[in-house]
């Protein structure tokens, strides 16, 4: 099985500030890398798929690089409800596997 | 608008059995692959199974191997997850979700999630 880790594991940080996410296959996965989000008590979104393709509808301060086995999310100016969990996921062989998150809180 | 609604997760004891079920609307099911994926409290997400569009092909976690059937049913626009012999560690909320093309594993719609406790 592909192995995701992410890091970090969770953060603190401000409206208006930089986030940034790395995740990290156990191996190379080409570009077949998604980004979602997760707030408490609710499903998931799909926020970037193929490592770098922002979903319909999502905030283009979102965004997302990298290829093989190192992956990059980045949220470039912190919203108020951008406060979440965050979780990248592999599709590149089944089955398939999620990161541990990274946590977003003030 | 695209919906999914999760049912059948409730309180089961260790050994049993469950069947849960995901109602679609809004786009045509039999054209996409669908899974079913867990999250245990306060873990990660674990994809589970899938079934393909046409149903004849189901791809199943180690994890639940041998013990899950993923079904489907395009008249009741209907996925549906068989699951036996359950223990403590099946404790989860049960996401069903599409896939947005193909076999590929992009979810880009998921249901609301049905909790399954496992415990005597």
């Known amino acids: 099985d592909i192995q995701m880790t992410q890091s970090p594991s969770s953060l603190s940080a401000s409206v208006g500030d930089r986030v940034t996410v790395t995740c990290q296959a156990s191996?190379?996965?080409?570009?077949?890398l998604n980004w979602y989000q997760q707030k408490p008590g609710k499903a998931p979104k799909l926020l970037i798929y193929?490592?770098?393709i922002l979903d319909t509808g999502v905030p283009s301060r979102f965004s997302g690089s990298g290829s093989g086995s190192h992956f990059t999310f980045t949220i470039s100016s912190l919203q108020p409800e951008d406060f979440a969990t965050y979780f990248c996921q592999q599709h590149d062989d089944v089955p398939f596997t999620f990161g541990p998150g990274t946590k977003v809180d003030v | 608008q695209v919906q999914l609604v999760e049912s059948g997760g409730g309180l089961v004891k260790p050994g049993g059995s469950l069947r849960l079920s995901c109602v679609v609307s809004g786009f045509t099911f039999s054209e996409h692959y669908m899974s079913w994926i867990r999250q245990a409290p306060g873990k990660g997400l674990e994809w589970i199974a899938y079934i393909s569009s046409s149903a004849k092909t189901t791809r199943y976690a180690d994890s639940v191997n041998g013990r899950s059937s993923i079904s489907r049913d395009t008249a009741a626009n209907s996925v549906y997850l068989e699951m036996d012999s359950l223990r403590a560690d099946d404790t989860a909320v049960y996401y069903c979700?599409?896939?947005?093309?193909?076999?590929?594993?992009?979810?880009?719609?998921w249901g609301q999630g049905t909790l399954v406790t496992v415990s005597s």
């Open positions: 979700a599409r896939h947005d093309f193909g076999g590929n594993g992009r979810f880009d719609y």
């Open positions: 191996q190379d996965i080409g570009d077949s």
């Open positions: 193929d490592a770098a």
